[in-house]
């Protein structure tokens, strides 16, 4: 039978995960950032705690906000700066192009059809802030230390919370969380199911490299099927 995600092991693996990220900013991000100057030293992109759903949206990383720049450098992870970071996240689900992008997606009847569902669950797998991919595909190969133990935190978030279904909107993203789950492909496929977990792999949904309407319709068919194939 598969597992049911629940508002008790989601609410508990957010906690964890987040408790993580702290413990790993302080010991390994800033000492990263200090021996380079392109990542910034902005706070971490906390997972946003959402409406339980058994169905997960991941992305790469976060951008630099114009939010997050005013902010400025940070000392101390603090529940100010916590109730700050919550804030910032509350607006962007609601304005920024991503998400607003991913949400006509997901309740679109053209698409996934599903308006009268709960959204998804939103994550980003490494909460860095920077815009340029390059840059930032350079600084987790710089920092070997960190991007282990970041990709532990997400591995055990994911397995914790167990949702049926993990949509990937990046194929960057997509070999990260392929080799952080151990999956070895002896030809290229589009989908995985690892303990119960259906991956989904896709390239970006929005911004210069995003799918063209014809590729969101055959992503939305072959997730559409999935969700039949789960009872969603």
């Given amino acids: 039978m598969a597992r049911l995600i629940s508002p008790c092991s989601y609410g508990a693996a957010v906690s964890a995960y987040n408790g993580k990220l702290i413990d790993i900013w302080y010991r390994l991000f800033k000492p990263a950032v200090e021996k380079q100057r392109v990542i910034k030293n902005y706070p971490p ?7 339980v759903s058994p169905i ?20 101390q992870i603090d529940d100010v700066l916590i109730r700050e970071i919550e804030k910032e996240q509350l607006k962007s689900h609601k304005e920024h192009p991503y998400f607003i992008g991913l949400k006509k997606f997901y309740q679109d009847n053209s698409f996934l059809g599903r308006s009268e569902k709960t959204l998804p669950i939103f994550h980003d797998m490494y909460p860095i802030r920077h815009t340029n991919q390059k840059d930032f595909d350079a600084f987790l190969k710089f920092s070997p230390d960190l991007k282990r133990e970041l990709d532990e935190a997400n591995k055990a978030l994911l397995e914790q919370a167990a949702p049926k279904v993990i949509v990937v909107f990046n194929s960057k993203a997509s070999e990260h969380l392929k080799e952080i789950f151990s999956i070895t492909e ?18 970006m949904y929005t911004g210069q490299r995003a799918l063209d309407k014809y590729a969101r319709l055959r992503l939305a068919r072959e997730i559409k099927e999935i969700f039949k194939e789960k009872g969603l």
Avoid: C, D, R
């Fill in 186 to 203: 002896v030809q290229v496929t589009t989908t995985n199911t690892i303990n119960g977990i259906t991956f989904v792999y896709s390239s």
């Fill in 45 to 51: 992109l906390l997972h946003l705690e959402q409406a």
């Fill in 56 to 75: 997960w949206f991941l992305g790469m990383n976060p951008s630099e906000s114009s939010e997050v720049k005013k902010w400025g450098m940070y000392t």
